[in-house]
């Protein structure tokens, strides 16, 4: 069948669908367009630069904030792989990983570095993503980078300081700290040289204490130059107290000869920041010749905080010096101390015993005299000479050397001799006792025997020294409660253990009024054994406590100080024996220690007590509160 000519409706039919084609067709462009110029929008509105590339690697787009970044435009860049912008020893590894990525079909992300146009380095991160049709099929590959070279040179410099605090510790000596800091600044700031350079204020030069070189052989030139104040740039830091950085020498560099001479390379650039010690400058810290880029803001920032740790040292090992030398100075005087109070005690105790015995002998032929009141002033003399006498047993506790030089040369001396003196004696006195006695004081003074611990059950020891020297305070009236629990023994040689004993009770007994208490105890206590006294007297000011195992520290105020006979009440101790307490706690292995509450009537030194319970009560309120002064001295050996 004939196929019959479209009618004129059905032409204007056609039409019609036609131009509805047309107008959607036309609306479709027109969103694309729209959504294309929207993304370009997008791209050129990002902070970021951003990169596009056809499958072939060439750029055919580039947004303006890579420009900004990297100052190369779109025209300069259009077509070509950009190998402009990319360190030639890096091109290779982009075109690697891309191939890579292709195949896998994931995201590229990366750090690296790239060129600005002005011949700049920048460290970015980089991201690779690729574009795709509506097939899947991809079309273009966008880059989009980052610059992080500040967050990572704060980063370098963040850890540099970090490594720099931490090394602190571990260079006590200046000379290599400040060689380990030379070496971190060259490395942060990728520089040639980095110098310490010190200022001699009498001299008005510049000396090195310390450089990092690229060449060893320079560095060691460089460390023993001085170079005058106005022969440096540094000089002009010095002066102004502010830090410089000088792009470029050249203009200075006719001024500045000499020093590049003696220094042994060109000076071209340069980072100076003074070294601040309070309210002066002791010199300049450098950095010389950058090898990238040039001298900023940052680099300004990171040096002047490493020159705070600088100065800071360098001041630190001055005062570390000058303390040495006080140290050593101290030690010499303290040596001489010793030798003087040594050679003083052994110059007491022979006229001493002279005395006593001069005494002795004057109170026998005395006895003849009807009169019998030279007693009082002989035992009032024997009383205060044995008293000297004590003192100076303290005090050769106290300063004794083990086994000093001149003690064995004396004893070894006196030993050959001493059979000739006893017979030189016997030729004149007859054998007898005085010979003895004679040769028994030789012996115990010049050949003193090395005490040997042993093991001393401390309860026994302390009930039998307590029996004896109740006998010499039976005059007090004073409430002492023993309590001596059996316990571990102590190893202790026991004439240094009688010593302290009766030192402890003794200063007890003296520092309690009558009527007080005393309480004298000995028990297990920790893995080992205690000893325990404890007076309900004056108690110790907390100044004095302080000083209390210092040696000759009266806790009585100077001007009511006297010296009464052993046992009274404010006797008036020699403040020597808790000294030698805490050297017998070094020597044999013990603690000691002390606590103390002065009395709420007497809170001073100055303040005196009248002695007794009975006589504070009336001198007080009439509702007494009672003494509550309380002084606890406490001797621990170990099991």
Same mark, same amino acid.
């Given at each position: ?92 590894? @982009?075109? =690697? ?8 079909? *994931? !995201? %590229?992300?990366? +750090? ?125 830091? @010095?002066? =102004? ?8 020498? *050249? !203009? %200075?560099?006719? +001024? ?384």
């Amino acid at each position: 069948m004939k196929q019959s000519d479209p009618t004129y409706q059905d032409l204007e039919n056609r039409i019609q669908d036609l131009e509805e084609q047309l107008t959607s067709l036309q609306s479709c462009t027109d969103d694309a367009l729209s959504a294309r110029n929207a993304y370009q929008g997008f791209l050129e509105f990002l902070p970021y630069p951003v990169l596009v590339r056809d499958l072939n690697e060439k750029i055919t787009y580039l947004n303006p904030a890579f420009t900004r970044t990297f100052k190369w435009t779109l025209d300069e860049l259009e077509g070509t792989q950009g190998k402009q912008y990319v360190p030639p020893y890096l091109r290779t590894q @982009l075109n =690697t990983k891309i191939k890579a990525m292709l195949n896998s079909d *994931s !995201d %590229l992300r990366m +750090s690296t570095r790239r060129l600005t146009k002005d011949g700049r380095t920048l460290k970015v991160a980089l991201r690779v993503g690729i574009q795709k049709d509506r097939n899947g099929s991809p079309t273009s590959l966008i880059t989009v980078l980052r610059d992080i070279t500040m967050e990572d040179r704060i980063d370098k410099n963040r850890e540099a300081m970090n490594r720099i605090s931490m090394a602190l510790p571990q260079y006590p000596e200046l000379p290599k700290l400040l060689s380990y800091i030379t070496m971190e600044i060259k490395d942060l700031l990728k520089v040639q040289v980095a110098n310490v350079v010190l200022l001699d204020e009498t001299s008005e030069e510049f000396y090195f204490l310390s450089s990092a070189h690229d060449d060893p052989y320079t560095q060691k030139k460089i460390e023993k130059l001085r170079l005058s104040v106005d022969d440096m740039i540094s000089g002009q830091v @010095l002066k =102004t107290g502010k830090p410089m950085i000088v792009i470029e020498t *050249s !203009d %200075l560099s006719r +001024s500045y000869q000499l020093r590049d001479q003696k220094l042994g390379y060109e000076v071209k650039n340069v980072l100076l920041v003074p070294l601040r010690i309070q309210d002066r400058i002791i010199g300049v810290l450098t950095a010389d010749n950058k090898k990238e880029g040039q001298f900023d803001q940052t680099d300004l920032e990171t040096l002047s905080t490493i020159a705070g740790t600088v100065a800071l040292s360098i001041e630190n090992a001055r005062v570390n010096e000058e303390l040495r030398k006080t140290y050593e100075d101290l030690k010499a005087l303290n040596s001489a101390k010793d030798k003087m109070i040594n050679h003083l005690s052994h110059e007491l105790k022979t006229p001493l015993a002279i005395m006593l015995s001069s005494v002795s002998v004057l109170s026998r032929r005395l006895e003849t005299l009807p009169d019998r009141h030279w007693e009082q002033t002989l035992d009032r003399i024997k009383r205060n000479l044995k008293r000297i006498l004590e003192i100076q047993y303290e005090v050769d506790d106290i300063v004794k050397q083990k086994n000093p030089l001149h003690r064995n040369v004396f004893s070894l001396v006196l030993e050959q001799c001493a059979d000739e003196i006893a017979s030189l004696v016997a030729e004149h006195t007859g054998e007898g006792e005085v010979v003895q006695k004679v040769r028994g004081v030789i012996e115990d003074t010049f050949f003193p025997k090395d005490l040997e611990s042993e093991n001393i059950e401390l309860d026994r020891f302390v009930h039998e020294r307590l029996q004896i020297l109740e006998k010499q305070f039976t005059h007090r009236r004073l409430d002492i409660t023993p309590r001596l629990e059996p316990s571990f023994p102590v190893k202790i040689p026991a004439e240094p253990l009688r010593k302290m004993i009766d030192g402890l009770i003794r200063n007890a007994v003296e520092n309690t009024p009558d009527g007080g208490d005393i309480v004298i105890r000995v028990a297990p206590q920790e893995q080992g054994t205690g000893f325990i006294i404890t007076d309900h007297g004056t108690g110790i000011t907390p100044d004095a406590q302080k000083h209390i195992f210092e040696g000759f520290l009266s806790t009585q105020d100077t001007l009511q100080y006297s010296s009464k006979r052993p046992f009274d009440f404010n006797a008036g101790g020699k403040g020597a024996d808790l000294l030698r307490m805490k050297i017998f706690s070094e020597r044999y292995n013990f603690k000691i220690g002390l606590s103390s509450t002065r009395c709420r009537h007497i809170p001073e030194n100055a303040d005196s007590c009248p002695g007794s319970t009975e006589q504070c009560r009336q001198l007080s309120l009439p509702n007494w509160p009672g003494c509550n002064g309380t002084t606890t001295v406490t001797l621990w050996f170990p099991a």
